[in-house]
């Protein structure tokens, strides 16, 4: 296969690994970004089993190291701040990770990261979105917001969640194959907060009644991060949902004003945050991820829901196995003896194939009937006995993360790709 010339939807995390590893096959990739410029925003993200070994075969395990946040474990507190259960890092080597992994980093760390290795390799466009687009003779006619048209062997996704590729894909009068989690939101944010004398670098979680928590993350001396994850009816939340970062404050402010705990402080903090960001949680299924020239990657195409804890290692792995495939099926890119994208039907196909089983074990379970969203606990008497359990479960070296987070892909091997 001779050189194709390809075009990346989004420059974050997963739009950046997919541009490494087809740069690094000698394709010509072009990446655009609605944003004015690369978004390093964001709050805390981890990579667990496969998505660790990715990062090693990119070369990319001591910059991470340097730049990680060096997150001790998950502590529990009730509403009086007494310590209710512990749950440290697994620092072993061996199994499993805890809630908090040996590579925890900052979303825009990571992103600036990838961004700095490709940078003088890929073409970059920011400011800039696909308008839409039309197939035709084995090319990708693309319009763009800037009014310019241009044509492209082949053409991904990498845009999200929210995805404006995925529903151009789909076609009109498609619903989109996002599926929200009823009632499910969080908010995340970043307030001052210098530490204290003895103060370790953990995250703190508190559940507390009516289907809400409240987690802190400190990376930083002066910052921490704030989630706040709630199940709630609220008709005002769900509008707010659609009326701006203001109207949204408001809402969730309602939703925990008496959640107890920091929440009175951490809720004054928030009015002030320039970083405020919330979500309504779903997940994204579908048939497949890819349409002609056209596929999709990471939560553009199989979002797992922040719950899973899975989400920047499928995207990873995601772009990994996509670029695995067309290494394998496609050839050479400096073959010039073949057509550009002779084989990509084929690496699409296998990349489907390969990854989806992945994907499969990672949301299973996730949805509107999982326990932690339609049976998060609402009573004060449900939430001592969950902290009590956890308790139990701390004290005996239980690692609940394995009964939460979807970490085990029960013998899924990352395919090993010579050329890559």
Request: glycine share 10%; charged share 25%; proline share 3%.
């Amino acid at each position: 296969m001779a050189q194709m010339k390809v075009l990346i939807s989004g420059a974050g995390i997963t739009g950046n690994a997919l541009a490494y590893w087809l740069s690094k096959l000698g394709h010509d990739v072009t990446v655009i970004e609605r944003f004015p410029e690369l978004r390093t925003t964001g709050l805390q993200v981890d990579l667990r089993g496969p998505g660790i070994e990715v990062l090693k075969l990119m070369g990319f395990d001591e910059a991470f190291r340097a730049k990680s946040v060096p997150e001790q474990g998950m502590l529990i507190v009730d509403s009086a701040n007494r310590r209710r259960a512990y749950f440290g890092v697994n620092n072993s080597g061996k199994g499993r990770q805890s809630f908090t992994t040996q590579y925890e980093i900052m979303r825009g760390d990571l992103c600036q990261l990838m961004h700095d290795a490709i940078k003088e390799k890929v073409t970059f466009r920011f400011g800039t979105s696909i308008e839409s687009f039309k197939q035709k003779h084995n090319l990708v006619e693309v319009h763009f917001s800037d009014g310019k048209t241009e044509h492209f062997d082949f053409v991904v996704g990498a845009d999200g969640m929210g995805s404006n590729t995925r529903k151009l894909m789909l076609g009109p009068g498609v619903q989109d194959a996002l599926r929200p989690v009823k009632g499910a939101y969080t908010a995340y944010f970043t307030i001052p907060r210098p530490i204290e004398k003895g103060e370790e670098y953990n995250c703190t979680f508190y559940l507390a009644t009516r289907r809400r928590a409240i987690m802190t993350r400190r990376h930083t001396p002066d910052e921490i991060q704030i989630y706040l994850p709630c199940n709630t009816e609220s008709e005002r939340m769900k509008k707010a949902h659609r009326a701006g970062v203001e109207e949204q404050k408001k809402a969730l402010a309602e939703v925990f004003q008496d959640a107890g705990w920091s929440a009175k402080s951490i809720l004054q903090d928030m009015y002030d945050s320039k970083n405020f960001y919330c979500e309504r949680l779903g997940l994204v299924k579908l048939d497949s991820w890819f349409d002609g020239n056209v596929a999709l990657v990471g939560d553009a195409a199989y979002c797992p829901s922040p719950l899973t804890g899975m989400g920047t290692t499928s995207g990873l792995v995601g772009a990994y196995v996509l670029a695995g495939e067309i290494s394998r099926c496609c050839g050479n890119a400096k073959d010039r003896s073949q057509k550009p994208t002779e084989g990509l039907d084929v690496a699409l196909k296998a990349y489907d194939d390969k990854f989806r089983p992945f994907i499969e074990l990672v949301t299973d379970g996730i949805g509107d009937n999982t326990v932690f969203w339609n049976k998060m606990v609402s009573s004060s008497l449900a939430v001592a006995m969950v902290n009590l359990l956890l308790g139990l479960a701390s004290l005996f070296g239980v690692n609940i993360g394995n009964w939460i987070l979807q970490e085990n892909t029960q013998g899924w091997k990352l395919p090993i790709y010579q050329n890559l």
